[in-house]
């Protein structure tokens, strides 16, 4: 079993940054993914990034060069770098982690899901 428990989220106005932290707790090996999803009440839940035990990385083309995801495995906890946020990056930020992933950026590949944590961006 695994817990995941988001922090970070807040208020913004346009052009600033975000830390989000992600606490992973229980058994995960090198064969897990972990990832950043976001979503928009009446959207579907969209991949944000996701990163390997490895350190490789994957994100969605939008949001290249402003989100990194990154990883301290010291610390069992997940991170997601925000930064010249948008109104538009508004939403529910969930963390995930999941096993032998074929699709890192599939949402239906993961098995475990945190809360969510609300960023909400003014513009």
């Known amino acids: 079993q695994v817990q995941l428990l988001e922090s970070g989220g807040g208020s913004v106005q346009a052009g600033g940054s975000l830390r989000l932290s992600c606490e992973v707790s229980?058994?995960?090996?090198?064969?897990?993914?972990l990832a950043w999803f976001r979503q928009v009440p009446g959207k579907e839940r969209e991949a944000v990034a996701a990163i390997d035990d490895y350190g490789k990385s994957n994100y969605t083309d939008s949001l290249k060069g402003r989100f990194t995801i990154s990883k301290d495995n010291a610390k069992n906890t997940l991170y997601l770098q925000m930064g010249s946020l948008k109104p538009e990056d508004t939403a529910t930020y969930f963390c995930?982690?999941?096993?032998?992933?074929?699709?890192?950026?599939?949402?239906?590949?993961?098995?475990?899901w945190g809360r969510g944590t609300q960023v909400t961006v003014s513009s």
């Open positions: 995930a982690a999941g096993r032998s992933i074929g699709s890192p950026m599939d949402r239906y590949e993961y098995k475990y």
């Open positions: 229980g058994y995960i090996d090198n064969s897990y993914f």
